[in-house]
């Protein structure tokens, strides 16, 4: 079992940065990848950024030279900086967790990232 807990999230204006961080109960080099995902009121969850075993990122489209995806072995974090925020970017941001050498996945708990003057 693996526990995922986001935090970071809160109330930020338009063109503002807020960075989210998922901290993981286990060690982060066994996740085959680890992403985020945000869901908006009525809308489905999205994936926004990936980043796998092997360090690489990818990136949805619309977040793309906004975001960057990072994590940090040592402190088995995952964390989301969010520059040049929109409102389109509110939502709440959820955290997950693909292990190596099973079918298990893990979702955090979630974090509220709301973009408005």
């Known amino acids: 079992q693996v526990q995922l807990v986001e935090s970071g999230g809160g109330l930020v204006q338009p063109g503002g940065s807020v960075r989210l961080s998922c901290a993981a109960s286990?060690?982060?080099?066994?996740?085959?990848?680890m992403e985020w995902y945000r869901q908006a009121p009525a809308k489905q969850r999205e994936l926004v950024a990936t980043?796998?075993?092997?360090?690489?990122?990818d990136y949805a489209d619309s977040v793309k030279g906004r975001f960057r995806i990072s994590r940090n072995a040592a402190e088995n974090t995952v964390t989301l900086q969010m520059n040049s925020l929109k409102p389109e970017d509110t939502a709440v941001y959820y955290c997950?967790?693909?292990?190596?050498?099973?079918?298990?996945?893990?979702w955090g708990q979630g974090t509220q990232v709301s973009v408005s003057a």
């Open positions: 997950y967790a693909r292990p190596m050498f099973t079918s298990s996945t893990y």
């Open positions: 286990t060690s982060i080099i066994n996740m085959r990848r």
């Open positions: 980043i796998k075993s092997d360090g690489t990122s």
